[in-house]
């Protein structure tokens, strides 16, 4: 039987961070930070969100001078009812095993 | 030392990407990290990032090899669906030599016993095929060209090739020409099992390539 698809720890993970503010512009960065996920887990979970139509992205001007542009995400609107639906099957069982 | 260590461990993991909008995040995003062990750290993840992404078969099959490779499978389509109409036309015409080219490639070696179904087989059971080595080339082409259009030329090819086969087979003439004395492995399974796997392993390839296209598109 096939994997469900965004189901992983990882994505979850990555999910509720970017749902916590939807409409923001995250960076990568500061996004492994939060999560605690390496570059090598979080750059291939972007670009599956982002393939599959859930992640958007754009190019920022960088807040510090001399500095390159950066690369910023947030979820779609689509997205955000996927990380939701995602977060909320995850909080249900969690509060069964602790009831 | 260190900082420029993740500078070139980023710019491999780029170029193992290839042009793509992350590979340049994950260059961008290096130079806003301030620690250099950090630094370090984030771009031998990028590096391990970068290996995951291209070892994916979609990714595989964007490349200019292995869609050359794909699209010479799907020409042994062409081939494969025009051999009985170009039998027929040397037959017809008399090039008796390209005839007896041809027969070798068949079973038993010899074309004069694929008279008698020549015969039989409609003119429009030779359009079907025909149409269907058009659409096959027309897919090679799209390949070739990275388009993902390819997968929709093999997915109207196929079934047309294969009704055109399958009323042809379902014919008595055929079931004659067909019938050997003692069986064969190679011509009774070998052969006819390939003949079904291959265009399958083939559609499911052209199928990724094309949401690997689409997903490229996506991005840009």
């Not at chain 1, 570059?39 to 979970?45: A, H, I, K, Q």
């Not at chain 1, 393939?51 to 979820?75: F, I, M, N, T, V």
């Not at chain 2, 750290?41 to 869609?67: K, N």
Request: aromatic share 10%; charged share 20%; with cysteine.
């Amino acid at each position: 039987m096939g994997r469900i698809p965004n189901t992983s720890p990882q994505t979850r993970e990555l999910l509720a961070a970017l749902v916590r503010q939807p409409r923001t512009w995250r960076y990568g960065y500061d996004l492994s930070k939060e999560t605690g996920l390496k570059s090598g887990t979080l750059y291939p979970l972007l670009i599956r969100l982002s393939d599959q139509g859930l992640l958007e992205s754009e190019w920022q001007e960088p807040a510090r001078p001399g500095k390159p542009p950066r690369h910023a995400y947030r979820l779609t609107p689509k997205g955000g009812v996927f990380a939701r639906s995602t977060a909320a099957p995850a909080r249900r069982r969690l509060a069964g095993a602790t009831s | 030392m260190i900082r420029g260590l993740a500078v070139r461990l980023v710019k491999h993991a780029a170029r193992v990407l290839g042009t793509s909008p992350w590979s340049e995040a994950m260059k961008s995003e290096l130079e806003h990290i301030d620690g250099d062990y950090e630094a370090l750290c984030w771009a031998i993840g990028c590096v391990v990032a970068s290996y995951v992404e291209r070892s994916s078969v979609a990714t595989l099959l964007h490349t200019p090899t292995a869609r050359g490779l794909l699209a010479v499978a799907v020409l042994t389509q062409v081939l494969a669906f025009l051999f009985a109409t170009a039998l027929t036309l040397a037959v017809r015409l008399e090039h008796l030599r390209i005839a007896a080219f041809l027969g070798k490639f068949t079973p038993g070696d010899d074309y004069r016993r694929f008279i008698p179904l020549i015969d039989a087989t409609p003119w429009w059971i030779h359009v079907l095929w025909i149409t269907a080595s058009a659409l096959f080339l027309a897919c090679a082409i799209a390949l070739l060209l990275d388009r993902r259009a390819a997968f929709a030329a093999f997915a109207a090819a196929w079934p047309l090739g294969a009704i055109g086969n399958w009323i042809s087979e379902s014919t008595p003439v055929y079931r004659q020409t067909f019938s050997f004395p003692a069986p064969s492995f190679a011509r009774d399974v070998a052969i006819p099992a390939a003949a079904a796997i291959v265009p399958a392993m083939i559609a499911v390839a052209l199928w990724i390539h094309a949401r690997r296209v689409s997903r490229a598109n996506l991005r840009q």
